[in-house]
């Protein structure tokens, strides 16, 4: 079957690290573009961050200087390091395949992020 699977979120403390994590199976992982989005209450879905099969990033202009996001094609897996946490960036963080190619999109199930004293 083919599935993303997202972990590592939590509650942190403002000012604090997390690193998320998505699994890939069942597609030519090395071959999508990789990304995440994240979606607070109340709001719309946005990109946060993708990184192309050729490793070539883009963040949004809110997370620039703070979030990493990064893959490991041996692994089927990528990740979203995320430091100096900022209230706003409370939100659940989606995973999402992309292949221009073949006009493919998947999704993950989504992962929470509370940034809270």
């Known amino acids: 079957q083919v599935q993303l699977v997202e972990s590592g979120g939590g509650l942190v403390q403002p000012g604090g690290s997390l690193r998320l994590s998505c699994a890939a199976s069942g597609f030519a992982f090395s071959n999508y573009e990789m990304k995440w989005d994240r979606q607070a209450p109340g709001k719309g879905r946005e990109l946060v961050a993708g990184i192309t099969s050729t490793d070539s990033t883009n963040y949004a202009d809110s997370v620039k200087g703070r979030f990493t996001i990064s893959r490991d094609n041996a692994k089927n897996t990528v990740y979203l390091q995320m430091n100096s946490l900022k209230s706003e960036d409370t939100a659940v963080y989606y995973c999402?395949?992309?292949?221009?190619?073949?006009?493919?999109?998947?999704w993950g199930q989504g992962t929470q992020v509370t940034v809270s004293s």
């Open positions: 999402k395949a992309v292949s221009i190619v073949i006009g493919d999109t998947i």
